[in-house]
Nanobody, 122 residues
Framework: QVQLVESGGGLVQPGGSLRLSCAAS????????MGWYRQAPGKQRELVAR???????NYADSVKGRFTISRDNVKNTVNLQMNSLKPEDTAVYYC????????????????WGQGTLVAVSS
């Protein structure tokens, strides 16, 4: 089965940086868009950044200029470089991908990672 595994979360002081990574594995034919979402306590999950297989990336207004999303189509990975972190960035961050499965039907799946906690606090 197709899986996404995130890494790189942790505790950081305001103004600090973290880099999140996500690796896709399994019977993958191709990956369309990949993205990062986050969910803070008591709030709905929201899009942070998204990168299609080709074309422009898009970011939530709250992270523009501070976060950068990138992907490696050979390694099937997506990264999120987070700089100038603020306490309001504290959330569980989830990796997301639209995957075409390498099976007889070329099935399409939306896959989520298990989440990684980012805590910004002094």
């Amino acid at each position: 089965q197709v899986q996404l595994v995130e890494s790189g979360g942790g505790l950081v002081q305001p103004g600090g940086s973290l880099r999140l990574s996500c690796a896709a594995s399994g019977p993958i034919f191709s990956i369309n868009a990949m993205g990062w979402y986050r969910q803070a306590p008591g709030k709905q999950r929201e899009l942070v950044a998204r990168i299609p297989s080709g074309g422009d990336t898009n970011y939530a207004d709250s992270v523009k200029g501070r976060f950068t999303i990138s992907r490696d189509n050979v390694k099937n990975t997506v990264n999120l470089q987070m700089n100038s972190l603020k306490p309001e960035d504290t959330a569980v961050y989830y990796c997301n991908a639209g995957v075409t499965v390498r099976d007889f039907y070329r099935s399409s799946l939306e896959v989520w990672g298990q989440g990684t906690l980012v805590a910004v606090s002094s």
